[in-house]
């Protein structure tokens, strides 16, 4: 497979959001729900359920904080199995890698 790094900057997506989601319901249904709404959305990068004090993690990417905002309203604001979210701006991208490290065997 071939994949290419693209300059985030020189796309006009000048903001990477890394989000902690905390979900109410963890049933399979509620979680399927929330999983099918995030990762069909374009600004979402990655999306991973976690152990810890939050159930996801999301990666987003977008233009500025106004269309972070328009993401939150969207998916995570009003959706009433999200019990809470917390936003870390990247202030500092120290390495963004999308190449795997195969361990010899």
């Excluded at 995030?38 to 990068?45: E, F, L, P, W």
């Excluded at 993401?71 to 019990?83: I, K, S, W």
């Amino acid at each position: 497979a071939e994949t290419a790094m693209l300059d985030r900057k020189q796309l006009g997506l000048d903001v990477t959001v890394i989000v902690h989601v905390d979900l109410i319901d963890e049933s399979a249904r509620a979680v399927k729900a929330f999983r099918d709404k995030i990762t069909v959305r374009g600004d979402v990068q990655q999306c991973y359920g976690v152990t810890g004090t939050a159930d996801y993690v999301l990666i987003v990417v977008v233009e500025n904080l106004a269309a972070y905002d328009a993401f939150c309203n969207a998916c995570l604001l009003h959706d009433t199995n999200v019990r809470s979210f917390t936003t870390h701006i990247v202030m500092d991208e120290a390495k963004r890698t999308g190449v795997v490290d195969i361990p010899e065997r």
